[in-house]
């Protein structure tokens, strides 16, 4: 696997902005480390510095599963799409938009599997099937596994 710093080294810059870097504590935890800013301005809140378990407490909902686990421990990477609901003035939903994301492990200085998560650009969506008053700040739908020459995990995505 490629080192951060080198993997950060060599991306076009054009491509940072849309990047969110996360260290995995465990199988239900991780740590956003980098929330690009295109990417706060689409859900419309800085995830830099904040946990999973931590947003929870705070009565926002982040998605949490294994994949980002599996994949740091396996290695391998995974596409995924990512619905985000976007509530600028509560409860009026303001809009909703689809993202793809593909995600890859890369090595941390830390013994934690770290991950890089780059999305595609934002596409209006047409699924506005939300609830104004929920908690819901985007959905998770995997897509596959990515083999980067060490296969999948046996676990379904």
Known sequence: LPTLSSFLDT????????????????AEDYRIRYFGTP??????????????????????????????WNAGRHPCGYFSKRTIYRQQRPPQLEAVFDVVTLTLPVRSNSSL?????YSSLPRMAGDQNVSAASKIGYRITPLCWVDIGAGVPATPI
Not at 11 to 26: C, Y
Request: proline share 8%; net charge negative; aromatic share 6%.
């Open 11 to 26: 991306p076009p810059f054009q491509l940072m902005p849309w990047m969110v870097i996360a260290d995995v504590l465990s």
């Open 39 to 68: 990417m706060v301005e689409l859900v419309g809140k800085d995830y830099t510095g904040v946990s999973a378990l931590e947003s929870r407490e705070a009565g926002l909902e982040i998605h949490v599963g294994t994949r980002a």
């Open 113 to 117: 599997p770290c991950i890089l998560n």
